[in-house]
């Protein structure tokens, strides 16, 4: 007699992983890497999400050596219930701030567990105000406060001693914002970028703290750098690939240098601290590429390093350090002229 095979309900499966306590996740998975952060020469941060799984969530790594370090040989390690999609350091090497998918704001530190001398990341506080996912963090200069932006179009400054919103700039602009930026050195300037075409001039001392800095119509605008040693000077992406050099001394003006470097989006910009006239930049692709501010923006290195989109950029010392979705960490080193 031909044996009858048992029929299984299809619902099951996704029972069981619904079903699943947090305790019975896996500790740490690999996923594709958004952010990396590096504090001097004292420790680097990176921030992933998992977009091919069940459970669209995260990790967050700590590692207390920038200079020799490999991705499994992390410091401390904590996964989190959304993708990481920003982050920034709060005035020490083992003090972060991460903004989440869903919109969630977390403090962690760098603590040692009394029984058993281990170190890990603790969570400080929380907050969690954005209707939509984060897009972007960046830290005031007291270390203290920090601005954030998001999806559903806000803006908000927060005390992180306290995690409660200072500040909040509902609808901000009038689409997504891509980018907010703390002014070099400053407690109250800060830039947004938007994809309505806009960057805007902020200093929360004023009672209209807004100001149109500038507009490039029919192009959205994705991320935004600061010039390590010049408070004026902001560097500006676009989503047609274009770089656009700012001076916040010429409102409304056209840039000081403008041309498009890119076959995609402008994804993340970021200046060399160590080279000011360096620029970093990356899009939704995998090129990467250095320019000389002082010269116009000229190409001074580019690659096609990675597989898959870069997300983060750092710079440590000479090296520009990346990471991707295709879950890899690459050093490179940049000669400078």
């Not at 990341?121 to 920090?146: E, K, P, R, V, W």
């Not at 909040?168 to 009038?174: E, G, V």
Request: proline share 2%; glycine share 6%.
């Amino acid at each position: 007699m031909e044996q009858q095979e048992e029929q299984i309900d299809p619902n099951l499966n996704a029972d069981a992983y619904r079903n699943l306590s947090a305790a019975d996740h896996p500790t740490v998975q690999d996923k594709q890497l958004e952010v990396i952060l590096v504090y001097k020469d004292d420790s680097l941060v990176i921030g992933a999400s998992n977009m091919v799984d069940r459970y669209w969530n995260g990790t967050v790594w700590f590692y207390g050596d920038p200079s020799n370090f490999e991705k499994n040989q992390y410091t401390a390690a904590i996964r989190t219930e959304t993708g990481v999609r920003a982050a920034a350091y709060l005035g020490k090497h083992d003090k972060f701030i991460i903004g989440e998918d869903s919109g969630l704001l977390q403090v962690f530190e760098v603590v040692l567990k009394p029984d058993t001398q281990i170190q890990e990341l603790q969570c400080m506080g929380y907050a969690c105000q954005h209707d939509d996912s984060l897009t972007s963090i960046s830290t005031f200069n007291d270390d203290m406060h920090i601005v954030s932006a998001g999806m559903d179009s806000c803006i908000k400054v927060w005390d992180t001693t306290t995690m409660l919103a200072t500040s909040s700039f509902n609808q901000a602009q009038t689409d997504v914002v891509t980018s907010v930026e703390v002014q070099t050195g400053s407690d109250a300037v800060f830039v947004s970028t938007s994809m309505d075409s806009e960057a805007l001039l902020w200093d929360t001392r004023k009672s209209k703290p807004a100001l149109g800095l500038w507009k490039k119509s029919g192009c959205g605008l994705t991320t935004s750098s600061w010039k390590v040693d010049d408070e004026h000077i902001i560097a500006v992406g676009g989503i047609d690939g274009s770089i656009s050099i700012l001076d916040i001394r010429n409102i409304g003006a056209a840039p000081v240098c403008e041309s498009i470097h890119f076959s995609r989006g402008v994804h993340k910009l970021l200046f060399n601290p160590n080279h000011s006239n360096q620029l970093a930049g990356c899009c939704d692709a995998t090129e990467l590429k250095i320019f000389d501010t002082s010269i116009n923006c000229k190409t001074i290195f580019q690659s096609n390093p990675h597989k898959d989109f870069i997300r983060g950029l750092a710079w440590h010392k000479r090296d520009l350090i990346t990471c991707s979705w295709d879950n890899t960490i690459l050093r490179h080193t940049v000669t400078s002229e």
